[in-house]
């Protein structure tokens, strides 16, 4: 494929976005305009999972097509990146694209260190930013354009109170550094990943933003009473002590009006982000850029907001924090209002990005590609038989101890806390709001076994690839 014919790539991810947050795909409450113009104009993956409840061994899934026991990045807080995993941008800077990320990147940086770049990178230009808050020195490209706007952040930041200023927001300003980028290589085909920290907690949206969703009209959590007597501790401590034990307030005690304040601060700051979004695309089609821009926009995984008396996320796979939104859009080379029930991966990004840009996917990749239903020769609602997702003592100061992996074949969702005898099991058919563990009930150990079976299978199939020989 000659450069002129190559795509570009605009690369959105959102921090800590459920599914459930686009009006297009059913939520009346919310306002994402932008977001259901992507939707017409593209593909949503309904049915996509990632690979990890957790910001880092989520994020070095998808950067490399790998799942998280494969990267060995499995933690939040890593010292480094593993020297021998190759990053998407790497491979297509190979293939004469020019490679940016702004925001965050997370494989390694937290609690206030700064990211060490990973060795195989490809990223030509970087504008990081792993929070909006300040603590990361002048690496923090966020805190030192803030400070270039003579912006304040000890004075203009109002916490919970109306955060900073939209013109002045971490969002605002991923947008205005994208356009920015995509001004600078308009002549040469270029990936773009932008990393928006919101909707991730504190919870702190700009007042006008804030203002449109009145607490009082938000939904409430899901709850059923009694639902925790048959779930594992981790979820009834978080219940009683605070989300992400003890990160984040105690369920327990917030009345009704408290906990829908959370949802309006949430939606407060996706509405934001929607509307920076639909900055991004009237740029491109005011350069006439738009018909050779592939337009990808995720999360890394969910939030709990509440629902079944848990906030924040940790070491849980309840659909809230597991599932989350993929759109793929580019109207004049893929397919348009196509909304895919195919079971799918956040790992599969990696290979489809390649396969769009016409580059051999490389062997290491464990990722399938989604190409051939964006491009719409392959069915639109087939593409894997089921989704894994994994947790592995990922949060250094939440969930000690906590080892466990997820298997979904798309009805039926197990769970397996490792070295214990708890684990949960649901069936997404007649139970969606995953209420009724099914673990310990005598009518479904058979299904459990084999589900047991099954998840112990695709453990297996994560050996990676490039140091094995034969396949699984």
Known sequence: MSDQNKPNFLWICTDQQRFDTIRGLGNTVINTPNLDRLLDEGVSFNRTYCQSPVCTPSRASFLTGRYPRTTRTTRNGNDHFPDDEILVPHILGQHGYTCGLIGKLHLSAADG???????????EMVKWSHGPRDGWGDDNAYQAWLRSQGVSWETDYHGKNGGIDPQHHQTTWCANEAIDFMEQHKDAPWMLSINIFDPHHPFDPPEQYKKKYPAADMPLPKWKDGELDNKPLIQRQDYENGGQSGLGPSCKALSDLEKQNYVSDYYAMIDLIDEQIGRLIDHLDKTGARDNTVIIFHSDHGEMLGDHGLILKGGHFYEELVHVP?????????????RSEALVELVDLAPTILDLAGIEIPQRIQGQSLAGILRGSAAPDVHKPSVYCEYYNALPAAHKGVFATMYLDGRYKLTVFHGQETGELYDLATDPNEFDNKWDDPASQSLKCNLILANFAQSVATVDPVRIVGNF
């Not at 990973?118 to 990223?123: A, E, L, Q, S, T």
């Open 113 to 123: 260190r700064t990211e060490i770049l990973p060795k195989c990178h490809g990223y």
């Open 326 to 338: 993929l759109i793929v859009s580019c109207p004049a080379r893929l397919a348009k209002n196509l």
